[in-house]
């Protein structure tokens, strides 16, 4: 059994050596002068005893975080409204097996009353009855689909433990959006070779890489050239990659936070970053962690602005690639439109 201390014990080095305060500030990000919108696909709101868990793992590897460990919901959906965000996925995750229906159920109720949230929900590997509970996610509670995190869960998401999963959303035409990437970070491994196989043995169901198996962008940019199943959401692996480039642009030898970053990986992977947008933007999300990310949506939003990748690209990943998604899926009638009025 896992509890909430294993989750904070998590073995990770420190990606920010001091916080820059701005990268908090709240408010209206400026797309709204281009007649934009950005629908973030990667929220954490939980019940406050997460919420504080979670606050508090941030802190242990990002002096001087900002967010405030009693931050809740109305906080959190008044920040998305104030940067004019329309549309969010809101994903919780089990640390253990007893806290995954009620987690469910919170997720079901809260969402409820929240007209721009979308709800994910979630299993451990230790549910008794792993079909029940997904069809109770999707066909009663109407959830769009399923997310794991495999390192603060502590077990492999691609298992055969998990095929009863699989199959549900497989039959349903769902998205599962799992954890990868930063295994530095994590002091953890995926196993890829089982992730390929379960995207391939499971055609219907849409798999997202939440953080974009960063930084194996090579091995991303080949699975979605050969599955049209696949997906990525870019969720802090943008910032990073920001940061990426500045500390290569100003810094010899490189300060002690670029472990975590895996520079050298990034080094052989940067050319397949870029590919990435110029070949599959219209499958490339991209979500914040919102409020535990890297910071509000208006500094996010200036880190990929950062790259330069033109209005096309811009477009896809705030907006047009979870578009994209909810259609595939069957979810079309939960786009917005951009005006800021909601759900059409």
């Not at 954490?44 to 606050?55: D, K, N, T, Y």
């Not at 987690?103 to 709800?119: H, Q, S, T, Y």
Request: hydrophobic fraction near 40%.
């Amino acid at each position: 059994m896992m509890h909430e201390e294993q989750y904070q014990r998590t073995n990770g080095n420190s990606v920010a050596e001091k916080v820059d305060d701005r990268r908090w500030v709240g408010g209206k990000t400026g797309l709204e002068e281009r007649g934009w919108s950005w629908i973030d696909p990667h929220v954490h709101i939980l019940p406050p005893r997460r919420m504080r868990g979670l606050v508090r793992w941030v802190r242990k590897f990002t002096p001087g975080f900002p967010v405030r460990e009693d931050i809740g919901p109305e906080e959190i959906v008044a920040e998305l409204r104030r940067s004019g965000v329309p549309l969010f996925f809101n994903l919780v995750f089990p640390l253990w097996e007893e806290e995954t229906e009620d987690l469910n159920r919170f997720n079901r109720d809260l969402c409820a009353k929240i007209p721009e949230a979308v709800p994910f929900g979630s299993l451990h590997i230790e549910t008794p009855d792993k079909e029940r509970e997904t069809r109770r996610c999707i066909e009663e509670y109407g959830f769009l689909g399923m997310k794991l995190h495999p390192y603060a869960q502590r077990f492999p998401a691609f298992g055969d433990e998990m095929r009863p999963m699989f199959r549900v959303l497989n039959e349903h035409r769902r998205p599962l959006l799992v954890h990868t990437g930063f295994d530095v970070f994590y002091g953890m491994y995926m196993d890829l070779e089982r992730m390929e196989r379960v995207i391939r043995e499971y055609p219907d169901m849409q798999v997202v890489a939440v953080h974009s198996l960063f930084p194996r962008f090579r091995l991303a940019y080949r699975l979605l050239k050969e599955y049209d199943n696949f997906w990525l959401d870019m969720s802090n692996s943008i910032s990073c990659m920001r940061m990426y480039e500045e500390l290569k642009a100003k810094s010899d030898p490189l300060p002690s936070m670029a472990e975590s970053l895996e520079v050298e990986e990034v080094d052989e992977n940067y050319p397949w970053f870029r590919r990435l947008f110029e070949d599959f933007s219209h499958r490339i999300l991209y979500g914040t962690d919102f409020p535990v990310g890297f910071g509000y949506h208006p500094a996010l939003w200036m880190d990929l602005h950062h790259f330069g990748f033109g209005e096309r690209v811009e477009r896809d990943l705030l907006w047009g690639a979870v578009v994209n998604l909810l259609k595939k899926c069957g979810f079309a009638h939960l786009v917005p439109d951009f005006m800021g009025r909601g759900k059409a």
